[in-house]
């Protein structure tokens, strides 16, 4: 399994960005499809998850904000961010959740938020 993160680069404070994440093969079918994020000088966290039972959590900071969204038929995942602050900052990870628990990784794209 192999998953490709895209859609990451400059943005000013306010603005917006999609993130993508492309996983293959096609056949592959997820139990759950997560986002994290790691800034400069801080832990990977957990931003939004997705999960094939219908679930959709969102770290408390990204809420009304952040938007995880399924693309079955490509079978990507897309991460809507709105109004980035400086502090979403971060490189992005995609990470995906088998239905035997195995995780699989991105390797990153980087969101940069200043002026």
């Known amino acids: 399994v192999q998953l490709v993160e895209s859609g990451g680069g400059l943005v000013q404070p306010g603005g917006s960005l999609i993130l993508s994440c492309a996983a293959s093969?096609?056949?592959?079918?997820?139990?759950?499809l997560c986002w994290y994020r790691q800034g400069p000088g801080r832990e990977r966290e957990l931003v939004a998850t997705w999960t094939s039972a219908g679930g959709r959590l969102y770290t408390e900071s990204v809420k009304d904000r952040f938007i995880n969204s399924r693309d079955k038929f490509r079978n990507t995942i897309s991460l809507e961010m709105n109004n980035l602050k400086p502090e979403n900052t971060a490189v992005y990870y995609c990470?995906?959740?088998?239905?035997?628990?195995?995780?699989?990784w991105g390797e990153g794209t980087l969101v940069t938020v200043a002026s």
């Open positions: 990470q995906a959740l088998d239905n035997y628990g195995k995780d699989f």
């Open positions: 093969p096609f056949t592959f079918s997820p139990y759950a």
